[in-house]
């Protein structure tokens, strides 16, 4: 891993303590891939405007409802910049609901966390994501972290 993608994977993993999920918190950082200059940043949380009380964030049900995932978020943020940029996410690899909008809206490349295509919870819409990226032909370097 190059000194660039340390500091952006560490920058994603320190804007993921901005969420207030209790359980699982996820950053996102967009960066240009030539000029290597930040254009957006993204956390998963309620939509603006939304209040994030404990009893919407503690039953998973609500919470999957109503959160924006990281990705999204710095997508949304990035809007047409996005296009043909790196994104970073951390701790887990996008999800294939993500998968679509990343591959929509341009984006070239995705560093991330090895995913664990056995998680119980997690792993088969990790898995979806990982066929969609590489249909698409977007260049997905997994790290061991």
Known sequence: MDKWDQRFIDLAKYISEWSKDPSTKVGAVITHPVSKKII?????GFPAGVEDTADRLENRDIKYEMVVHAELNALLFAGNSAEGATLYVYPLAPCARCAVTIIQ????RIVTPRPDFEH??????????????????????????
């Open 120 to 145: 119980e919870r997690w792993g088969a819409t990790l898995k979806v994501a990982h066929d969609l990226f590489t249909e698409a032909n977007l260049t997905v370097d997994y790290l061991d972290l």
């Open 105 to 108: 809206a341009g984006i070239k």
């Open 40 to 44: 957006s940043t993204g956390f998963n």
